[in-house]
């Protein structure tokens, strides 16, 4: 899929928000600058948040447990070894759907049961967004 912009980007994020449920892990990769997290700022805000989403690239992990469903914002990026993970807590968050950037930092077998998805620099300055569609979101992907 191709996205024209910033706006259109977070406009992604938005429709999949509608189709999110408790205990869904969604991952964004791509390189610096993509849009991973104006993708999150487009989920978070169509479920009500209201306020400034920063990126969580320095506190690694924003949970958003007002909204419904709840969201955990996490940024991996300052990660320098997988075992960091485990002092995260990520594992306990089930009544939440978490929303991981750069998810390759916590290594490949970190939840194989996400809707990956990828964003990558396209021509003209859109951007490309693939994912990688796990069972649990049959029916839910390609969003409305």
């Known amino acids: 899929m191709n996205l024209e912009d910033e706006a259109?980007?977070?406009?992604?994020?938005?429709?999949?928000a509608t189709v999110a449920r408790p205990g869904d892990v969604i991952t964004l990769s791509g390189p610096l600058g993509v849009g991973k997290t104006a993708f999150a700022r487009g989920f978070i805000g169509a479920l009500r948040h209201e306020g400034e989403v920063p990126s969580p690239s320095f506190s690694i992990?924003?949970?958003?447990?007002?909204?419904?469903?709840?969201v955990w914002h996490v940024d991996l990026y300052r990660l320098e070894d997988e075992s960091e993970l485990d002092e995260l807590g990520l594992d306990s968050v089930a009544d939440a759907v978490l929303l991981v950037e750069w998810p390759d930092r916590a290594g490949e077998n970190a939840w194989p049961d996400a809707l990956a998805l990828a964003l990558d620099f396209g021509e003209k300055g859109y951007r490309i967004l693939t994912a990688k569609v796990p069972p649990s979101w049959e029916g839910r992907w390609p969003f409305p």
Do not use: C, D, M, S
């Not at 259109?8 to 994020?13: D, E, L, Q």
């Not at 958003?64 to 709840?70: A, D, G, S, V």
């Open 8 to 16: 259109a980007t977070a406009a992604a994020g938005a429709r999949l």
């Open 61 to 70: 992990v924003q949970p958003y447990e007002q909204l419904e469903p709840p």
